[in-house]
C-alpha cells in the first residue's frame, strides 16, 4: 500500500485550504490557518489535525497503525 502524504486541511472557521506535506515521525496537534489564524486542533477521537481536518488522514492511520 502506497502512503499518501500530502493532504490538504480545510479551516472549518474561514473554509481556506492548503495543501501541506505530513510528518511521517510525528503527529501534528496544532496547525494555524494562515488565513484566520484560527489554530486548530484536534477533534475529539482523531490524533491529529489531519485526520481532523485534511483530505487524507496521517500515515500511520493509513498504515492500520496506532497514532501517538
Known amino acids: 500500500m502506497e502512503i499518501i502524504l500530502q493532504s490538504t ?3 472549518p472557521n474561514c473554509g481556506h485550504k492548503k495543501e501541506e506535506t505530513m ?3 510525528a ?3 496544532f496547525y494555524e490557518c494562515e488565513k484566520c489564524k484560527q489554530v486548530l486542533k484536534p477533534k475529539q477521537g482523531d ?3 489531519y485526520c481532523s481536518y485534511g483530505s ?3 500515515p500511520p492511520i493509513q498504515q ?5
Request: include cysteine; charged fraction near 20%; hydrophobic fraction near 15%.
Open 9 to 11: 486541511i480545510t479551516c
Open 23 to 25: 510528518p511521517t515521525d
Open 27 to 29: 503527529c501534528q496537534y
Open 47 to 49: 490524533c491529529c489535525v
Open 56 to 58: 487524507v488522514p496521517c
Open 64 to 68: 492500520d497503525k496506532k497514532c501517538c
